[in-house]
């Protein structure tokens, strides 16, 4: 395979709450949702249109082998930890050659590989990869479609979908509920979503994530306008009745904090 | 989890209480040396010993169970006159009132000590000989300079002994040294001078064998006295006990834990008023005490909570007794630390897994007192139990900064390749802070701090220094006319190896009158080759005789220097030779922009081979040069690159540097990074220290890493960090230890410390009260990256 180039945002060495172990954090730039509250605005970038542009804003452009090398100075934590390598983004999947390029190479090398995707993509173009993959987290944002829309300007639809295509696949998969107050955090939404997820996937699990707003500073250096006040932390009590709910309706929360 | 009442109480009296001065050791020593002048030097010691055991106070304090005190106080320090006494002379006005350390101290005591002590040891003690017979060129650098500094060997005693408790002490017992050294006695020969020799050292044996049995045997008495006085019949009862182990032990070999324990303070205390001595170990506790231990369980003597708790009292009783040091000294050794090193866990002598429930016990009760002291170090090796490595990290969550943690293999093969048999090098226990060590020993293992920067300010400013522009390096070249990075290399590692010369010269002179005028009679009886042989410790009696270990301090900083000359002026061409050497001329001020770009060169501790090449590079130089050295008995120098709170003074005598450090801020400890300089992950600053082939400085390296404590206060979070640790040693590193308190907390502490005296905090190689920190070290300290934004 050529050593082909993508465009990133900066890897993060060293992360302990997305999947198992110590584990590098591949984000890759572009996205085709645009969530109100992300904290990765800078993945908010036209990929076809970065190749004119050098180098964009907190975007990084960098080969197969560059990534590569950054990753192996990492594996002996990977080795005894159980980590590995968590592809994000962005969504993951929208440079796909970068991304099949660089899970190929790592799946040969024996390297634990996640990834945390929108579950926005065409399930048929990515099968390949996503079947190489340890560990798939995938959100559902809202389930209302119409809310779904509102808040991060595409369907639901396509999400729903893929997901339950991922199932097929026997890959241990995690879904993951951003909980936003103000978007999403209301126990009507989290209920449905259980029962999605127990309805469509073999093992079920949801890992609930509280909204931080740590991704503000980044708004600030891209002079964009930040995310609304009105979105908020949810109250850990709070969390700990959504935490219940969701079990009651038979899924299991994890948590890799 | 909660201490018992009685501890609870220790505790607090530990952490309410200044430590006090007594003159009284002291005042035992100099009246029995006037009463034994003309006497052979082992001999007069071994006198002043016993006298002091036979003389002080016997205090036993309310609801103790491990009793022995140094002095009248319970938090106490004694003075050494025969080693030093000008700086006292100099410096007790401010004891009380000095930032770092301060003891109380009372007129009446001054005065006494003016008038009785002092005049006696005027011209007598080892400070004094020492200095007269240094060469001038070499005390220009080695004297209160901060450049090269050794005065823990000249002011102080050396200490850095492991009493050997498996083969000698619980097998034998004092008295059974004795009847060993009367053995030995009847078969020497008066017409040999060799044996002449040998017999001075068993009669100082038997003299300071007879003197710590008559210390315990006093304690006897006194609990007897106690006892006899004391209303509460459960108390009573306990000082019964005491009197019935202290007649015991340690004249005899221990029998259950309790009488075990209580001999192991019992030589501790021993050791103390033989020399004040720093880093004198306990060793593997776990260990020793183990068969002690089981016996009791199996026995039903006592249960696991009485020997927790007997842990506990003994944790509390090594934290009481005060090293008592100089301003100088106690700002290389900060937060009146006394170095006794306890190890626990690791492989036994024939390579299986050593951990035992001692090791647990232990490292609970560090988590449970939160004492200073011992110095408790684990060893980790890849077999380790993984429930063991959760302990570990289970208390370095606590923040504690204990327990130091060392690599199994690494410290086994430093020994190994010092030339140990593999069972002993198997059997290592750490020194000190940082120094793989064992009970068959003898090494001055901290002999001299090196400041390597200095030698970089030297080359880069002919051989002056910029702080107090005295010259006291080499007078080289003009370092504006340098015109390749390899010329400035030479420059600075042909001032390096004076300093390195000079560390040699001063510790050779030291060396010889350590063997002339302080033999080490007490501690000698605890190590088993000394007896064998009849030869004390300072005339190489131990097993394995290890040359003296120089510590290189600021490593980080000087390869950080490197690099920007290297990167900035050679390669980049973005200055040159004659501006860099303006701009640290004028600290950098005016220059801010060449300081921005000097800054933003890669620094070490971020896993960037651009820089760690030069510190593998300087590290390996300084591993050549060290060992090329022999000492007095022809052993090759160590190198190190342990911590200690070295790296505050070493930078105030430094002006700027390259790297973008400001003049007198910190330089950088151990292998760790310069301060705040590590932005990368802690997982980057791990690869950078294991890339400098610690296994060949077998004086130690030294790791230290700030953690947020979110990153570890969950069972995962720890697991993680286990994992961290383990890798790391897989790179070949040998120490690493955590600090996980939030900035926020020690800003907290800073305030209103009297809210804060329970918070220990890893200094460097070891732990001590932030709060008992002075504030530039508490800044210092703060200073350090916390990682874990993640």
């Known amino acids: ?203 079920p699990k949801i890992e609930l994530l509280p909204y931080h707003s740590f991704g503000d500073e980044k708004y600030e250096i891209l002079e964009k306008e930040k995310p609304s006040r009105d979105y908020k932390t949810p109250l850990s009590k709070y969390l700990g009745e959504l935490v219940k709910a969701i079990r009651n309706e038979g899924v299991k929360v994890v948590s890799y904090k | ?267 501790q205390l021993g050791g103390i008023i033989s020399e004040n001595p720093l880093a004198l170990n306990v060793g593997r506790f776990d260990q020793f005490m183990y068969p002690y231990y089981k016996s009791d369980i199996d026995n039903g003597i006592m249960n696991k909570d009485e020997i927790q708790e007997l842990i506990e009292a003994y944790w509390i009783k090594l934290s009481e007794w005060v090293w008592t040091i100089s301003a100088n000294t106690a700002e290389f050794f900060a937060g009146y630390n006394q170095f006794q090193n306890l190890t626990v866990g690791g492989k036994a002598r024939d390579g299986k897994d050593a951990t035992n429930d001692l090791s647990y016990m232990c490292l609970k009760a560090t988590e449970r007192v939160k004492t200073h002291q011992p110095g408790l170090s684990v060893r980790i090796h890849q077999n380790c139990p993984n429930e063991f490595l959760e302990a570990v990290t289970h208390l370095v969550s606590k923040g504690t900064g204990f327990p130091a943690i060392h690599s199994d293999n690494a410290g086994y093969q430093m020994l190994i390749n010092a030339g140990y048999e593999p069972e002993d090098a198997r059997d290592w226990n750490n020194c000190g802070c940082v120094v793989p060590h064992f009970r068959k020993t003898g090494e001055w293992t901290s002999a001299v701090n090196i400041n390597f920067t200095t030698a970089l300010e030297f080359a880069l400013n002919q051989g002056v220094s910029r702080i107090t522009n005295e010259k006291i390096g080499l007078d080289e070249k003009d370092p504006k006319t340098f015109e390749t990075y390899e010329e400035v290399k030479r420059g600075f590692y042909k001032q390096f190896d004076n300093l390195v010369e000079h560390s040699v010269v001063a510790t050779l002179i030291a060396q010889k009158l350590h063997k002339e005028m302080v033999p080490r009679p007490f501690l000698s009886s605890c190590i088993e080759e000394c007896m064998v042989q009849g030869k004390d410790l300072v005339d190489a009696g131990a097993k394995y005789n290890l040359g003296p270990v120089l510590t290189g301090i600021g490593l980080a900083v000087t390869a950080n220097s490197l690099a920007v000359i290297k990167k900035l002026v050679f390669e980049d061409k973005a200055t040159t030779m004659e501006n860099l050497i303006n701009a640290l001329d004028a600290n950098w001020e005016g220059h801010e922009e060449l300081r921005e770009l000097a800054l933003a060169v890669p620094k070490y501790g971020n896993d960037i081979d651009y820089v760690d090449n030069i510190a593998i590079e300087i590290a390996n130089h300084y591993y050549n040069v060290g060992h090329a050295h022999k000492d007095i008995n022809g052993n090759s120098f160590n190198t190190a690159f342990m911590g200690i709170s070295n790296y505050l003074p070493t930078g105030k005598v430094v002006g700027a540097t390259p790297c973008g450090r400001k003049a007198k801020e910190p330089l950088s400890e151990g292998v760790s990074p310069f301060a705040g300089s590590d932005t990368s992950t802690p997982l980057a600053a791990m690869r950078s220290a294991a890339k400098l082939n610690q296994d060949v400085h077998s004086g130690g390296t030294l790791l230290n890493l700030r953690l947020n404590e979110d990153l570890v206060n969950t069972k995962r979070g720890q697991s993680n960090l286990g994992s961290m640790i383990q890798s790391f040693f897989a790179l070949g590193a040998f120490h690493v230890q955590f600090n996980t308190i939030s900035t926020e907390t020690l800003r907290k502490a800073q305030e209103r410390p009297e809210y804060y005296k329970n918070l220990l905090v890893r200094v460097a190689g070891y732990s001590t009260q932030f709060v008992n920190l002075s504030r530039a070290m508490q800044d210092a300290i703060i200073a350090r990256t916390a990682h874990g934004k993640y």
């Open chain 1, 1 to 203: 395979m050529a050593n082909i180039t993508g465009y990133f945002m900066e890897p993060q060495n060293f992360s302990v709450n997305d999947g198992n172990g110590i584990r590098t954090i591949i984000f890759l730039a572009g996205c085709p949702l645009r969530c109100k509250w992300c904290s990765n605005p800078e993945s908010h970038v036209n990929i076809s249109g970065l190749e004119a542009c050098k180098r964009n804003k907190l975007i990084y452009r960098y080969s197969t082998s560059d990534i590569l090398s950054i990753i192996e100075k990492q594996r002996i934590f990977y080795r005894y930890s159980g980590g590995g390598v968590t592809f994000s983004g962005g969504e993951a999947t929208l440079q796909q050659d970068i991304l099949r390029e660089l899970v190929y190479k790592l799946y040969d090398k024996g390297v634990n590989l996640a990834i945390e995707t929108s579950g926005y993509f065409k399930f048929d173009e990515v099968k390949d990869i996503l079947k190489k993959l340890n560990l798939i987290f995938i959100d559902i944002k809202h389930m209302d479609d119409e809310e779904h829309k509102f808040f991060t300007g595409v369907s639901n639809k396509k999400i729903l979908s893929n997901i339950k295509s991922v199932n097929e696949l026997n890959v241990p998969m995690v879904i993951r509920i951003p909980v936003i107050v103000g978007v999403n955090s209301d126990m009507e939404n989290i209920i449905k979503t259980a029962k999605f997820v127990r309805e469509n996937i073999r093992e």
């Open chain 2, 1 to 267: 989890m909660m201490v018992t009442n009685r501890i609870e109480k220790a505790r607090q009296n530990y952490l309410n209480s200044k430590p006090a001065i007594s003159c009284e050791r002291a005042r035992i020593w100099t009246e029995s040396h006037k009463m034994t002048e003309g006497e052979s030097v082992p001999i007069r010691r071994a006198k002043a010993f016993r006298d002091t055991c036979e003389q002080i106070e016997i205090k036993i304090f309310e609801g103790e169970l491990i009793v022995g005190t140094i002095g009248e106080f319970r938090k106490c320090g004694i003075l050494t006159p025969e080693f030093s006494w000008t700086w006292v002379d100099r410096e007790m006005d401010n004891f009380d009132k000095r930032t770092q350390d301060p003891y109380i101290m009372t007129n009446e005591q001054r005065t006494y000590l003016r008038k009785e002590i002092f005049p006696y040891w005027k011209g007598k003690s080892l400070e004094e000989a020492f200095l007269k017979q240094l060469p001038k060129e070499t005390a220009k650098v080695v004297v209160d300079t901060g450049i090269v500094d050794s005065d823990s060997k000249w002011r102080q005693a050396v200490g850095e002994i492991t009493p050997d408790y498996q083969d000698v002490l619980f097998k034998k017992g004092f008295g059974g040294i004795i009847r060993e050294a009367k053995e030995k006695l009847s078969k020497l020969s008066n017409t040999s001078a060799e044996d002449l020799k040998k017999k001075a050292f068993y009669n100082s044996i038997i003299i300071t064998s007879e003197g710590i049995i008559t210390f315990a045997n006093r304690h006897s008495e006194k609990a007897k006295e106690l006892a006899k006085e004391e209303k509460d019949e459960l108390r009573k009862k306990e000082l019964l006990n005491i009197a019935k182990i202290c007649s015991k032990v340690p004249e005899n070999p221990p029998a259950t834990f309790y009488e075990a324990v209580q001999f192991a303070w019992v030589v």
